[in-house]
């Protein structure tokens, strides 16, 4: 899954069987990825783009599909060019003051099953530019998990 075009069959696959498991789009409470299909939807860079273009990365490094999620428009858009450990750390800040700042989710246990659900490798709310390419390593890993779940039970 070291690749960088987001219509790519890999992507699809993996989206694919968020479909089946009935996954919750990326830091979504009530939609899921199968509502986003249908409807408004984005393609978020856990680590942006122009933040990883501001350390020199180039466009086949930023746009990874072990970097993107799919996720609410308006989630992405409060988002934007956050580095991920800060908006990651507001994840957390939100569910122990239950003040939304990026999607409706204030509990913890429903936050780590939205990660889990999205591959999220653990310790992104510490995660920075440094440990990027760990963290495709990992993420990759476990997307390759979930897809080979999901094609077992075809």
Not at 41 to 70: C, D, E, T
Not at 77 to 83: C, R
Not at 127 to 143: H, I, K, N
Request: overall charge negative.
């Amino acid at each position: 899954m070291d690749t960088s075009v987001a219509s790519s069959p890999y992507f699809n696959v993996f989206l694919a069987s968020q479909v089946r498991e009935n996954d919750k789009g990326f830091l979504s409470r009530d939609l899921t990825v199968r509502d986003l299909l249908e409807g408004q939807w984005h393609i978020h860079h856990v680590f942006p783009r122009s933040y990883l273009q501001k350390y020199g990365f180039q466009r086949g490094r930023y746009n990874q599909i072990a970097n993107y999620v799919m996720m609410q428009s308006e989630i992405n858009i409060a988002i934007g060019a956050l580095p991920p450990e800060k908006y990651f750390s507001e994840l957390w800040e939100q569910c122990r003051n239950g003040a939304t700042h990026y999607g409706g989710i204030t509990d913890a246990d429903q936050l780590q099953e939205n990660l889990a659900a999205h591959c999220i490798p653990e310790g992104m709310d510490a995660a920075s530019v440094e440990g990027y390419d760990t963290f495709l390593q990992g993420r990759r890993e476990l997307m390759a998990a979930k897809i080979r779940d999901y094609y077992e039970t075809l």
